[in-house]
Nanobody, 116 residues
Framework: QVQLVESGGGLVQAGGSLRLSCAGS????????IGWYRQGPGKQRELVAG???????NYADSVRGRFTISRDNAKNTVYLQMNSLKPEDTAVYYC??????????WGQGTQVTVSS
């Protein structure tokens, strides 16, 4: 079973950037699709971006062109580069198995707060 741990969140001003990391364990990490999901205040959890084992990616419309998901299988890590951040991007960000919908259990997540 692949275990995932998120890191890299923080407080940033609108227009700024952050890079989130999702570190995985287990020999099967590279064969799994991984998604970044977020849950904002008073909102349902939603998919932000996903990356499949073959490198294909998908993005929510709200972040396309601003966020980039990538993976480094040698480091068992998936990244989410977030640029041009907006206050509405404020949320707890989680990574999970599944590039389109979540397949595993949820971790602690990492808080991203964007100030206006």
């Amino acid at each position: 079973q692949v275990q995932l741990v998120e890191s890299g969140g923080g407080l940033v001003q609108a227009g700024g950037s952050l890079r989130l990391s999702c570190a995985g364990s287990g020999s099967t990490f590279s064969s799994n699709g991984i998604g970044w999901y977020r849950q904002g205040p008073g909102k349902q959890r939603e998919l932000v971006a996903g990356i499949y084992s073959d490198g294909r990616t998908n993005y929510a419309d709200s972040v396309r062109g601003r966020f980039t998901i990538s993976r480094d299988n040698a480091k068992n890590t998936v990244y989410l580069q977030m640029n041009s951040l907006k206050p509405e991007d404020t949320a707890v960000y989680y990574c999970n198995l599944g590039a389109f919908f979540p397949l595993g259990s949820w971790g602690q997540g990492t808080q991203v707060t964007v100030s206006s």
